[in-house]
């Protein structure tokens, strides 16, 4: 029997059980749809996942497989491969966003209508969304409860890669680069092309160093942005070139083995499902404001100051070092997230929605549920809210975590006689529209942090 593998943000063979599955029944046909879902990424995203897709095509590639890549919706694209190839199985793993659930509830009940197999599995996530509940049989709101009911779960061990054998007859494929899924990174591209980890092997390699060389001083390092303490492998998970389960694992080994930092590790890997069960339960997560009474706080909507914030130009350096990174590498230090959602949302009384937006078109690690949750918590409305009390000051962080001034300086060129090439690159990197460059003089605070955070401190004391 042949077995369609449609392929979504799973891009890995190892510990792939609609792969596992599918190579059971016999040939296999990895198949990618280009969808609304993909048409609708952000620019760093779109762009990231086709150098997932061409990373685990050349693999497939040498084991005498590869990616057929069709554009269109996907029941019908579905139908269609099942005709050409006379395929008797659709598999997939499952995707845990509010379309995606929607379309694939459709797409099942129509192929199973039509005698195809579907079945579909959990590889995403350690926990389905649903199967954890409070005591009330409700879900969970806030974070540690969570992690104390899931903490001791079973969880399986890792699936191993299975042998792939090849269809008799091969659908029609379209090809990956006349996509062209970076066409709205302009210039950035090749800037951030320096910086990303693309794929199974590299994200395997990139866990087996963490656990090796910096999972003992985790926890104590994790919160200082000039260092390279933390795993990075956010971008990883994003497209499924690694699972949660592997990196579940190798992490209780290293506890096992008494590495100091390896509970807290884990207890991040458990924010980000943490993150999925919420976007589960309420799928409007990343529009909606989450608590009762929050639409009709008066952030601001897009502005001026909103659009310096996202050059990196607020004049205010930590946050502008940040916004930096962000435009550069496509990621940003976990700390770093906070201090610029904090700082537009409360200093600047700007809507989250404004910088969840910017964080989507420019993350290469983006999530739509670690994102939504960061900022409904930075924000105050989420439901595992910082206190309204809670407004990060910039300047006190970068005392407290940037004592040498490492990362202002490995970010912010202005001023500096021999500025770093991470500091320049910024300006290789952003639109030629921006007219910015390194001689320019470092602009005045949008906003001051006094003023701002009394400003913040009485609106959101009102509520
Ligand atoms: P590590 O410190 O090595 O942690 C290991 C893993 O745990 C991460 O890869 C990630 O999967 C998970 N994790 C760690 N911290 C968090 C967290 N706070 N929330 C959820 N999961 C976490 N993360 C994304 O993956 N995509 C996003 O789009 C995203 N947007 C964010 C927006 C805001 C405003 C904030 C405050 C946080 C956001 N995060 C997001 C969470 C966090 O910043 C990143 O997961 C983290 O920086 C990734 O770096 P790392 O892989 O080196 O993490």
Not at 125 to 131: A, G, I, S
Not at 275 to 295: I, K, Q, S, V
Not at 391 to 398: E, M, T
Request: aromatic share 12%; net charge negative.
């Amino acid at each position: 029997e042949t077995t369609i593998w449609w392929l979504r943000r799973d891009l890995r063979l190892r510990d792939n059980p609609a792969l596992v599955a599918a190579a059971k029944r016999g040939a296999v046909i990895p198949v990618f749809i280009c969808d609304t879902s993909v048409d609708e990424l952000g620019a760093a995203a779109k762009w990231r996942l086709g150098l997932s897709l061409a990373d685990l095509d050349a693999r497939l590639r040498a084991l005498g497989s590869h990616i057929v890549y069709r554009t269109g919706e996907a029941l019908e694209v579905l139908d269609l491969v099942i005709e050409e190839s006379g395929a008797t199985g659709v598999f997939w793993n499952r995707y845990y966003e509010k379309r995606a659930v929607e379309r694939d509830k459709a797409v099942k009940s129509a192929l199973k209508e039509a005698g195809v197999e579907v079945q579909s599995f959990n590889a995403h996530l350690l926990f389905e969304p649903w199967e954890v509940e409070t005591k009330q049989g409700g879900y969970y709101k806030v974070y540690s409860p969570y992690w104390r009911a899931v903490k001791d779960r079973p969880i399986a061990d890792p699936l191993a890669e299975p042998a792939i054998s090849a269809p008799e007859v091969w659908p029609q494929s379209e090809a990956l680069k006349d996509w062209d899924l970076g066409a709205q990174m302009r210039r950035g591209a090749d800037v951030v092309a320096q910086h990303v980890h693309v794929g199974e092997e590299r994200a395997t390699a990139r866990l087996g160093a963490f656990v090796r060389d910096r999972i003992d001083d985790y926890k104590d390092a994790r919160d200082f942005p000039a260092l390279p303490a933390t795993s990075g492998l956010s971008e990883n998970l994003t497209y499924g070139e690694i699972s949660p389960r592997s990196i579940w694992h190798s992490g209780v080994r290293a506890r096992e083995e008494g590495k100091r930092g390896a509970e807290h590790f884990l207890k991040e890997l458990v924010w980000r499902e943490f993150a999925w069960h919420l976007l589960w339960h309420e799928p409007d997560l990343a529009t909606r404001n989450h608590r009762e009474g929050w639409d009709d706080f008066p952030w601001r909507g897009d502005s001026k100051a909103a659009e310096r914030w996202r050059q990196g130009r607020t004049g205010i350096r930590f946050v502008d070092a940040a916004m930096r990174e962000l435009y550069v590498t496509g990621t940003m230090h976990n700390r770093a997230r906070m201090i610029v959602a904090s700082y537009l949302t409360k200093h600047m009384m700007t809507d989250w929605r404004v910088g969840l937006a910017w964080f989507e078109d420019c993350l290469i690690d983006w999530d739509p549920a670690s994102n939504a949750m960061g900022w409904q918590w930075v924000a105050g409305s989420g439901p595992d809210a910082a206190p309204y009390f809670r407004v990060f000051n910039p300047d006190g962080q970068a005392e407290k975590f940037d004592k040498n001034g490492d990362y202002l300086n490995a970010w912010i060129a202005e001023g500096q006689s021999d500025p770093p090439a991470t500091a320049l690159s910024y300006f290789e990197a952003v639109p030629k529209a921006w007219g910015l460059g390194a001689q320019d003089s470092y602009p005045e605070p949008v906003v001051g942090l006094k003023e701002g955070r009394e400003r913040a401190l009485a609106a959101y004391g009102n509520r």
